[in-house]
């Protein structure tokens, strides 16, 4: 996507509209407009109140006529639509059309950068590589989630300082819990999906050793997610046990409170070096997204993509309901048909399983992306597919599946933001960037997590939260390429210890949730 242009410098409303291609039929306002005012850029007068974000008719559309943005149908107009009226739901309306899905006609050679960038990492034994050294209390079902949480906050140094005090290279001891494990098909795809979860989060290069803790009678029997991720209990790397062996609550947690004293001696002699940005394995998500996620923090972010593709390293783009209607986009960017076939048949199971359950993927987008200006599916993922640069499209994985290829690559999930980062990390992700328009609070244990503001106003009120403004492009203060060079060199200073916002806050234990598909019984 190139960069907006705006209202013509000189002009009583200069900046005050943002035009992303000629061919479209809406331009986007940048701050709210009254009736009478006149974009002199667009020789346009504006008719009826404009909310910040929201989309203005540049010439008069007739019913059932499509309407474009990024020179894309983002819907069908629903009754006669005025030149200067507001477009928004109340007129704009889903389009059903085909889509050219040209695979690969768009696909290039990489431009690699001749020194690849660096970063200071944690090399672990095996050669995996981490962003940060965090011990991880895991658990197979519900039932032990409660002691998970008490053997972690033991060890906690806002409540007990002592704790870590002589472990000053261990990042913190961390319990991620969930609320399954049972009541499941012991065949089906929902304990699959469940433990290649929890397996991909036990081998994570971000995690020096991991406890896992079980109740003991579950149908998530510990043994099977260890076999799913071909893994064993390894000491000290990796521990498992159960409330119902180790005789109860109380015996649980002194139990595992040992264990994890044992495992901080070798965590803590963990060290950083410089390694090349090749290692870094970055997920890609946005959230509370508004009228200028498209334009602004989601091509910042694939700026930002497309100079880490270049370094060598990896960015995984999900959430499959929020590609839907740009997915033909990514097609021509595969770089094969088999790859781009892949992403299709992930978006066909997607309609078929929201049909079996009386669903559509046309729900979204939410009530917060509408009032920032989002009225259609259509609209949100044109905007969403920006976060992933302009690169090739190399591989398609499923749920949580280890990501292993180089390059940007498209993982399916939920739109739903934390159960899709848990996949993308589960993948391999020790490093999250996250776009949001509304404000977004989110972190990702044990992978930090950047957040990156749409638009100033949100900036400013919620700095607090946020780790970069990108708001800069819409106030015509700076361009997409400017601050994707920013994020790519905060990505690097996150990836070598730098606290992201989130992390400072504590976010990232209670955003861990796996994604949960088939019957419980």
Same mark, same amino acid.
């Given at each position: 996507? /190139?960069?907006?242009?705006?209202?013509?410098?000189?002009?009583? #409303?200069?900046? =005050?509209?943002?035009?992303?291609?000629?061919? *479209?039929?809406?331009?986007?306002?940048?701050?709210?407009?009254?009736? &009478?005012?006149?974009?002199? =850029?667009?020789?346009?007068?504006?008719?009826?109140?404009?909310?910040?974000?929201?989309?203005?008719?540049?010439?008069?559309? #007739?019913?059932?006529?499509?309407?474009?943005?990024?020179?894309?149908?983002?819907?069908?107009?629903?009754?006669?639509?005025?030149? &200067?009226?507001?477009?928004?739901?109340?007129?704009?309306?889903?389009?059903?059309? /085909?889509?050219?899905?040209?695979?690969?006609?768009?696909?290039?050679?990489?431009?690699?950068?001749?020194?690849?960038?660096?970063?200071?990492?944690?090399?672990? *034994?095996?050669?995996?590589?981490?962003?940060?050294?965090?011990?991880?209390?895991? #658990?197979?079902?519900?039932?032990?989630?409660?002691?998970?949480?008490?053997?972690?906050?033991?060890?906690?140094?806002?409540?007990?300082?002592?704790?870590?005090?002589?472990?000053? @290279?261990?990042?913190?001891?961390?319990?991620?819990?969930?609320?399954?494990?049972?009541? $499941?098909?012991?065949?089906?795809?929902?304990?699959?999906?469940?433990?290649?979860?929890?397996?991909?989060?036990?081998?994570?290069?971000?995690?020096?050793?991991?406890?896992?803790?079980?109740?003991?009678?579950?149908?998530?029997?510990?043994?099977?997610?260890?076999?799913?991720?071909?893994?064993?209990?390894?000491?000290?790397?990796?521990?498992?046990?159960?409330?119902?062996?180790?005789?109860?609550?109380?015996?649980?947690?002194?139990?595992?409170?040992?264990? !994890?004293?044992?495992?901080? !001696?070798?965590?803590?002699?963990? #060290?950083?070096?410089?390694?090349?940005?090749?290692?870094?394995?970055? &997920?890609?998500?946005?959230?509370?997204?508004?009228?200028?996620?498209?334009?602004?923090?989601?091509?910042?972010?694939?700026?930002?993509?497309?100079?880490?593709?270049?370094?060598?390293?990896?960015?995984?783009?999900?959430?499959?309901?929020?590609?839907?209607?740009?997915?033909?986009?990514?097609?021509?960017?595969?770089?094969?048909?088999?790859?781009?076939?892949?992403?299709?048949?992930?978006?066909?199971?997607?309609?078929?399983? +929201?049909?079996?359950?009386?669903?559509?993927?046309?729900?979204?987008?939410? =009530?917060?992306?509408?009032?920032?200006?989002?009225?259609?599916?259509?609209?949100?993922?044109?905007?969403?597919? %920006?976060?992933?640069?302009?690169? @090739?499209?190399?591989?398609?994985?499923?749920?949580?599946?280890?990501?292993?290829?180089?390059?940007?690559?498209?993982?399916?999930?939920?739109?739903?933001?934390?159960?899709?980062?848990?996949?993308? !990390?589960?993948?391999?992700? @020790?490093?999250?960037?996250?776009?949001?328009?509304?404000? /977004?609070?989110?972190? +990702?244990?044990?992978?930090? /997590?950047?957040?990156? %503001?749409?638009?100033?106003?949100?900036?400013?009120?919620?700095?607090?939260?946020?780790?970069?403004?990108?708001?800069?492009?819409?106030?015509?203060?700076?361009? $997409? @390429?400017?601050?994707?060079?920013?994020?790519?060199?905060?990505?690097?200073?996150? =990836?070598?210890?730098?606290?992201?916002?989130?992390?400072?806050?504590?976010?990232?234990?209670?955003?861990?949730?796996?994604?949960?598909?088939?019957?419980?019984?």
């Amino acid at each position: 996507m /190139s960069s907006p242009t705006l209202a013509t410098p000189g002009s009583a #409303t200069a900046h =005050a509209v943002i035009r992303l291609h000629p061919n *479209d039929d809406v331009v986007i306002a940048t701050r709210q407009l009254v009736s &009478g005012t006149r974009i002199d =850029a667009e020789d346009l007068v504006v008719s009826g109140l404009i909310p910040p974000g929201h989309k203005i008719a540049t010439r008069a559309i #007739t019913k059932g006529e499509p309407v474009k943005r990024y020179n894309q149908i983002i819907g069908v107009a629903r009754e006669n639509i005025a030149r &200067g009226q507001h477009v928004h739901v109340q007129n704009l309306g889903m389009a059903d059309f /085909s889509r050219d899905h040209a695979f690969g006609v768009d696909q290039h050679p990489t431009a690699y950068t001749g020194e690849p960038a660096h970063f200071m990492g944690i090399r672990r *034994d095996d050669g995996r590589v981490a962003t940060r050294n965090y011990i991880g209390v895991l #658990t197979s079902v519900n039932c032990s989630a409660t002691v998970a949480r008490a053997i972690a906050d033991h060890f906690r140094r806002d409540v007990h300082p002592e704790a870590l005090a002589d472990f000053p @290279n261990v990042d913190g001891v961390i319990a991620l819990t969930h609320g399954l494990g049972c009541g $499941i098909d012991m065949q089906g795809e929902g304990i699959r999906i469940l433990r290649r979860t929890l397996a991909g989060y036990a081998m994570h290069p971000n995690f020096a050793s991991v406890l896992f803790v079980g109740l003991g009678c579950e149908t998530n029997q510990i043994g099977g997610v260890l076999e799913a991720g071909g893994l064993r209990d390894d000491k000290p790397r990796l521990r498992s046990f159960t409330i119902q062996d180790s005789g109860g609550t109380r015996k649980t947690i002194e139990h595992g409170i040992a264990m !994890v004293r044992e495992m901080l !001696v070798d965590a803590n002699r963990a #060290t950083r070096e410089p390694l090349p940005a090749s290692h870094i394995v970055v &997920g890609l998500q946005c959230g509370g997204s508004d009228g200028y996620s498209g334009i602004s923090a989601n091509p910042v972010l694939g700026a930002a993509v497309d100079r880490l593709v270049q370094n060598g390293g990896t960015a995984i783009l999900s959430e499959t309901p929020e590609v839907y209607g740009a997915e033909h986009l990514l097609t021509r960017r595969a770089v094969s048909r088999e790859v781009g076939e892949k992403l299709l048949a992930r978006i066909a199971w997607w309609q078929d399983y +929201c049909e079996r359950n009386g669903a559509a993927l046309d729900n979204n987008p939410s =009530a917060g992306n509408k009032v920032g200006g989002l009225t259609t599916i259509l609209e949100k993922s044109l905007g969403a597919v %920006a976060k992933g640069g302009t690169t @090739n499209l190399v591989e398609v994985y499923e749920y949580a599946q280890p990501v292993t290829a180089k390059g940007f690559v498209f993982m399916d999930s939920p739109g739903y933001d934390p159960m899709s980062a848990t996949g993308q !990390v589960a993948s391999g992700a @020790n490093l999250i960037c996250f776009t949001t328009g509304r404000g /977004s609070a989110y972190g +990702c244990a044990p992978s930090p /997590s950047l957040k990156l %503001a749409t638009n100033t106003p949100l900036w400013e009120r919620q700095e607090d939260d946020m780790d970069i403004n990108c708001g800069g492009v819409i106030d015509g203060t700076a361009s $997409i @390429n400017e601050l994707g060079e920013a994020v790519f060199r905060m990505m690097l200073d996150c =990836a070598s210890g730098k606290p992201s916002k989130s992390e400072l806050h504590g976010y990232g234990q209670n955003e861990f949730v796996p994604w949960q598909v088939g019957v419980v019984t």
